[in-house]
């Protein structure tokens, strides 16, 4: 078995999960496909396909496919890495952050709550994609963001997901916002909602355009302090649990 078989598992049951949850399945595949430096030709002999057939699911000419064709292509993609000698998979099994370093809590809900749930319970005034709402956040992570972007690595990113993207990411010690918003462009994974907190006279406006631009709600809470932040969020998850 390989060594890097748990986060091979790990991530790819994310990436899966992101596809099917995506509006736009197609694109989302292209991207990892990308991201592992595979191309079409490559992963159409892997699943002894047509690269027509590749090219048409991730345009969109394709009825959007299944679970199991989206597990055996997202498969593929890390076989076709690990047989390259596993460069993705290594990086990702390098990493070796203790989150309590940077994580000042994360959990997951036992019950979602929603976007509008989540912002009462930290106080937060939405600047952005208040049409969303209504979208199920199924964890919370709170992060550190002075030590986040002092400490991890574009690939040690991804652990502040837990078990699900579909969560809150709440950036404390923030006083404009530019780099969580930043951090979260070009995290492969996306939120289904941002929050920032701290000593915040303004929000950078391209935080605000960062945002927008990915189609994640952005939000700064007024609580008073950290410690009534994260008690706040201890309350909604024993509601939740």
């Not at 002092?150 to 916002?177: H, N, W």
């Not at 303004?202 to 935080?207: E, F, G, H, S």
Request: proline share 5%.
């Amino acid at each position: 078995m390989s060594a890097y078989s748990p986060v091979r598992d790990t991530l790819a049951k994310r990436i899966a999960g992101e596809i099917v949850l995506s509006s736009n399945p197609g694109q989302t595949m292209r991207k990892w496909r990308g991201l592992l430096n595979v191309n079409q030709m490559e992963l159409a002999d892997e699943l002894d396909l047509s690269p027509s057939v590749i090219s048409d699911y991730e345009t969109g000419r394709r009825q959007s496919p299944g679970s199991g064709f989206i597990k055996r292509y997202v498969e593929a993609l890390f076989d076709l890495d690990q047989r390259r000698g596993g460069d993705y998979i290594r990086q990702m099994a390098r990493i070796t952050i203790d989150p309590s370093d940077v994580f000042t809590d994360i959990r997951e809900f036992t019950q979602p709550v929603t976007v509008e749930q989540f912002c009462r319970a930290v106080d937060a005034e939405v600047l952005t994609g208040k049409e969303k709402l209504e979208n199920q956040v199924l964890g919370y992570t709170i992060i550190d963001s002075v030590k986040a972007i002092t400490t991890l690595s574009g690939l040690d990113f991804y652990r502040i997901f837990g078990a699900t993207s579909e969560r809150a990411l709440v950036f404390t010690q923030v006083t404009q916002g530019r780099s969580p918003m930043i951090a979260v462009k070009i995290s492969p994974f996306k939120p289904r909602v941002v929050i920032l907190h701290g000593k915040i006279k303004k929000i950078d406006p391209l935080a605000v355009s960062l945002a927008e631009h990915e189609g994640i709600p952005l939000g700064y809470s007024r609580l008073p302090s950290e410690e009534e932040l994260v008690d706040a969020l201890i309350d909604l998850y024993k509601q939740k649990s």
